[in-house]
């Protein structure tokens, strides 16, 4: 079902209204008249804001990665299914099998769903679970990139390609040689080089890969203790964005006073779902704190890093799982992120979208859906 969004004042800012409007009974006519503008103002600025209601209903989707190609807005998130499943912290009640790439004219439009643009059954080298996509342009030819565990069970990061941004997109032979864990993000900066982050705790594997080789046998969780947290993994694409140009290389997260944040720290330390935006020179990498349902964000002035940790951009949604994507779209940045409002139900997730507002500084102000 195709759906469009229809302008509205947020429940914040009509509860805001109400308690302001109840306040100023009790002052005199002067009062009144400036609250009452200043409820219009609000009411004003909140009809500009797009609706947090679910992009589709007749499909679950999630992870949305969010693109501005030719004028228009496409999302390429997972698509969840009911593959009945039993739930464990492993992830494996996630088992997406392909990827249903939408479009939208614009974010108040309606949303266009063009079908499969990959399926795992077309992906020479996978074996299960077709997790978190991202999606980049260059000269002509769109790439998707995608995490599967192989036919050994391991998640690695594969590419396909396609002359059109709805697919359908066709798989390389092998995954990105170097490449593991999950959720990749591919950033491309004002100079043109790309750049693809990556990694996921727990069910993403990252915690296994400590010594730089798949260890089978590593906790299935990282240690939460007072020790360095494990971080996210990057590195520098070649211009055929097909493969890394250079060795992967640590997404180092620092606290307010330049020290390494804790595997403890579960409220700031990187634990999946990674993003990288620019904005006024400054880079911006974005990620969930998984256990703990945040997304956050660190500032960096290198694409490479280190990133000094900000704050919230997100509090928790509804279900376990928060991933997302940031976009400038006509002069206004937004957030394309989901929850589990259609099934009450965490492997079941619906994408949704809400503008991103910063301050004067540059911070990003934080988000209660």
């Excluded at 004042?9 to 009144?32: D, I, R, T």
Aim: aromatic share 12%; with cysteine; proline share 6%.
């Amino acid at each position: 079902m195709l759906i469009c969004f229809k302008t509205t004042v947020s429940v914040p800012v009509l509860a805001a209204s109400l308690a302001l409007l109840g306040a100023c009974q009790s002052n005199n006519s002067a009062q009144e008249t400036s609250a009452t503008a200043q409820t219009s103002q609000a009411d004003t600025a909140a009809a500009k804001q797009p609706l947090s209601e679910p992009l589709v209903r007749d499909i679950y989707t999630a992870d949305p990665s969010a693109h501005m190609f030719e004028d228009k807005i496409y999302i390429y998130p997972s698509h969840d299914i009911e593959a009945g499943v039993e739930e464990n912290d492993n992830g494996d009640h996630f088992a997406m099998r392909d990827y249903h790439i939408l479009s939208m004219d614009s974010v108040n439009g309606k949303v266009t769903d063009h079908g499969v643009g990959l399926d795992i059954k077309d992906i020479p080298w996978a074996g299960r679970q077709l997790w978190a996509p991202d999606a980049a342009f260059k000269n002509g030819t769109y790439y998707l990139y995608f995490p599967v565990k192989d036919k050994q069970d391991v998640f690695r990061i594969g590419v396909a390609t396609s002359k059109s941004p709805t697919g359908p997109f066709k798989a390389e032979p092998a995954p990105i040689a170097g490449s593991f864990s999950i959720d990749p993000a591919v950033f491309t900066d004002t100079d043109g080089q790309a750049y693809m982050y990556f990694g996921g705790l727990w069910g993403g594997q990252l915690q296994r890969w400590q010594g730089g080789k798949y260890n089978p046998n590593a906790a299935e969780k990282e240690p939460n203790t007072d020790v360095p947290a494990l971080n996210a993994r990057m590195a520098k694409l070649t211009p055929d964005m097909k493969k890394f140009a250079g060795p992967v290389k640590e997404v180092v997260i620092l606290d307010e006073n330049g020290k390494l944040l804790l595997a403890s720290d579960n409220n700031r330390r990187f634990f999946e779902g990674g993003w990288m935006h620019k904005y006024n020179g400054k880079y911006y990498f974005s990620y969930s704190t998984g256990d703990t349902h945040l997304l956050v964000y660190a500032m960096g002035d290198s694409p490479a890093g280190p990133f000094t940790y900000q704050g919230v951009i997100m509090k928790p949604v509804q279900g376990w799982t928060t991933h997302h994507s940031i976009v400038p779209i006509k002069d206004t940045w937004y957030i394309f992120y989901h929850d589990t409002q259609l099934s009450n139900k965490t492997w079941l997730r619906n994408i949704k979208v809400t503008e991103l507002k910063r301050r004067a500084d540059g911070g990003i102000e934080t988000i209660t859906p």
